[in-house]
T-cell receptor, first 113, second 112 residues
Framework: GEDVEQSLFLSVREGDSSVINCTYT??????LYWYKQEPGAGLQLLTY?????DMKQDQRLTVLLNKKDKHLSLRIADTQTGDSAIYFC?????????????FGRGTSLIVHP | DAGVTQSPTHLIKTRGQQVTLRCSPK?????VSWYQQALGQGPQFIFQ?????ERQRGNFPDRFSGHQFPNYSSELNVNALLLGDSALYLC???WGQGREQFFGPGTRLTVL
């Protein structure tokens, strides 16, 4: 089965790097996602990585995947107050002809001046 | 290019009533998925519609039903509402197998 775990809170100072961690359980070929949710809003897809990759970089975002430990991380460089939000990790495998993500509980990132 | 839209934004119902939520997918997308997000939790998958049929279903009772129209828009219906149905209901659209899902802003349902 699929189970995604995340720490619930992270507090960083503006300008520092943030690292949000996630562990997943499924060992089959899968996609792993990071979503951002601001208060009162839906989820914004930030980035995703296939399980045969080790790293993906997109501007200030870096995703690292440790397949052996089933550990996924999201690094945000030069964190800004606008990055304050809840970040969800999700994994999905292909079943029944489609990909259905299973989400963690989310990590609340607080950025203070 | 309009993203995923949902209506209404907020809704208040009483126990036992029925509710219908609506979703229009992002242009070019043919698949719609529905999720329930309780306070402090991640989204939980309800079901997915493709080619006007339910393709996959999560662990939700039959009180939750849906429909997809020929223009790919979708409805989520919940019958016999319970207090525990209070949540943010999210719609996500995608193309084909749904590797990338784009979410709408959600409908906040409160059951009193």
């Amino acid at each position: 089965g699929e189970d995604v775990e995340q720490s619930l809170f992270l507090s960083v100072r503006e300008g520092d790097s943030s690292v949000i961690n996630c562990t997943y359980t499924d060992s089959s070929s899968t996609y792993l996602y990071w979503y951002k949710q601001e208060p009162g809003a839906g989820l914004q897809l930030l980035t995703y990585i296939f399980s045969n990759m080790d790293m993906k970089q997109d501007q200030r975002l870096t995703v690292l995947l440790n397949k052996k430990d089933k550990h996924l991380s999201l690094r945000i460089a030069d964190t800004q107050t606008g990055d304050s939000a809840i970040y969800f990790c999700a994994e999905s495998i292909r079943t029944g002809g489609s990909y259905i993500p299973t989400f963690g509980r989310g990590t609340s990132l607080i950025v203070h001046p | 290019d309009a993203g995923v839209t949902q209506s209404p934004t907020h809704l208040i119902k009483t126990r036992g009533q029925q509710v219908t939520l609506r979703c229009s997918p992002k242009s070019g997308h043919d698949t719609v998925s529905w999720y329930q997000q309780a306070l402090g939790q991640g989204p939980q998958f309800i079901f997915q519609y493709y080619e006007e049929e339910e393709r996959q279903r999560g662990n939700f009772p039959d009180r939750f039903s849906g429909h997809q129209f020929p223009n790919y828009s979708s409805e989520l219906n919940v019958n016999a509402l319970l207090l525990g149905d209070s949540a943010l209901y999210l719609c996500a659209s995608s193309w084909g197998q749904g590797r990338e899902q784009f979410f709408g802003p959600g409908t906040r349902l409160t059951v009193l």
